[in-house]
């Protein structure tokens, strides 16, 4: 059962260029800011670097920037209370996780409990990589499972889910927006 006085939390699916950060972001706009972005993603080669910072460059100065490519319910914590955040995305969160020594179901379960309890506005990307073929390799299995199953778990716990196909958003769960 949801308590209803809960800020509002919206997940928004998608594949790889699929417009879902954008959708997202548009979310998160619409409500009062400053608006907190906390960014997973780690600059591996020139390429990420590049993006990253168009991305910055290409975001309003109402919005603050935060590194959490693991440590992510401590950052959702640490925003200020009540500011919207936006969290982009989950699924690179996932694979940091993964590719550390920290237990996975342990750190999923603790960001779904961020999320259900949460202070503040929370708009949350991640992608739908289920889509695909079977992967031939197991920890590419391993991956995928885990985040079908992070998806499933989030969307329990939110008001609103999205899926972006081809820049356009089909409300999954809750309202239209
Ligand atoms: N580290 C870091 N990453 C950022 C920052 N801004 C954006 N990103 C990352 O950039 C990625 C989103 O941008 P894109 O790669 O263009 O989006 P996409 O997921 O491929 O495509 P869409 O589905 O269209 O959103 C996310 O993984 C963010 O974490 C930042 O300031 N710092």
Not at 52 to 79: S, Y
Not at 122 to 132: P, S
Not at 140 to 166: E, I, K, P, S, Y
Request: charged share 25%; net charge neutral; with cysteine.
């Amino acid at each position: 059962m949801q308590d209803t006085d809960l800020p509002i939390a919206h997940l928004v699916l998608g594949g790889a260029r699929s417009g879902k950060s954008r959708h997202a972001e548009a979310l998160v706009r619409a409500m009062p800011g400053p608006w907190i972005y906390i960014a997973t993603a780690e600059a591996r080669d020139a390429e990420m670097l590049e993006r990253i910072a168009r991305h910055r460059h290409d975001r309003e100065p109402q919005w603050r920037t935060v590194e959490a490519p693991r440590a992510l319910v401590a950052a959702i914590a640490a925003a200020p209370e009540g500011a919207p955040v936006l969290v982009d995305c989950l699924t690179l969160w996932l694979t940091n996780i993964m590719l550390s020594d920290e237990d996975v179901e342990t750190a999923c379960r603790q960001l779904t409990e961020a999320v259900a309890r949460r202070r503040r506005p929370l708009v949350l990307v991640a992608n739908e990589v289920g889509f695909g073929i079977v992967p031939d390799n197991a920890l590419a299995r391993r991956f995928r499972d885990h985040a079908g199953l992070l998806n499933q778990r989030l969307a329990a716990v939110v008001d609103q889910v999205t899926l972006v196909v081809a820049g356009l958003p089909l409300t999954v769960k809750g309202r239209d927006r």
